[in-house]
């Protein structure tokens, strides 16, 4: 892939970010300062292991997706760049996929925002993604106890957008392999044909 075309799907995620937060957030009534958004680095080196959370209806657990590839990221819905950029990177790795490979990925976005995000939020936002991207969240203690697993950091900042607050947030994708090992942490603009090429090479192991 040639710099334009790297170039290119960068800015197709920046405009998909820009659409969603447009389709889910934006209120014309009322005053919307400029939000002061900072990605944070890992608190810890990430060690990865398994984990519950709550997604629509039901509980999931890391061991339940066994046998399939998991591509794991952490923040919240409201999040008005970030997120939306990453999660369209991700989702443009989906669609070069095969059925059969799709059969056997998964992506797991896991909300730090549990007041404002519940599941069936969650599953509304992410499917506005792609069909195999599966919104979850847990109380505050459970994601506290995944996110220092996966060295993932987050906090919570007073906004006085019409938001009310912010949260802060690294951006890394967690790579995990069928057999629910941490495998690859893939820092945040990652391009779809690395997270591509390295799901593809964890599904033949």
Not at 31 to 39: G, L, S, W
Not at 46 to 75: A, C, H, M, W
């Amino acid at each position: 892939m040639d710099k334009k075309q790297s170039f290119a799907l960068v800015i197709i995620a920046l405009l998909s970010a820009a659409l969603i937060w447009v389709l889910f957030f934006w209120n014309p009534d009322v005053e919307n300062r400029p939000v002061k958004h900072e990605t944070l680095e890992l608190s810890a080196r990430p060690t990865g292991g398994d984990f519950t959370v709550e997604i629509q209806n039901e509980d999931l657990s890391l061991q339940d997706l066994r046998g399939k590839v998991v591509l794991l990221y952490f923040g919240y819905t409201q999040c008005p760049d970030i997120c939306p950029t990453s999660l369209s990177l991700m989702t443009q790795a989906l669609n070069q996929m095969s059925e059969e490979e799709l059969a056997r990925v998964r992506g797991l976005f896991v909300s730090v925002d549990p007041n404002r995000d519940n599941t069936t939020r969650l599953e509304e936002y992410t499917h506005y993604f792609h069909p195999n991207i599966i919104g979850a969240t847990a109380e505050k203690e459970q994601i506290d106890k995944i996110t220092k697993l996966y060295g993932a950091s987050y906090r919570i900042v007073d906004s006085d957008s019409a938001m009310g607050y912010i949260v802060d947030h690294s951006s890394y994708t967690y790579v995990i392999d069928k057999k629910g090992k941490l495998r690859y942490t893939l820092a945040h603009g990652t391009l779809p044909k690395k997270i591509l090429d390295v799901v593809r090479k964890l599904l033949v192991e």
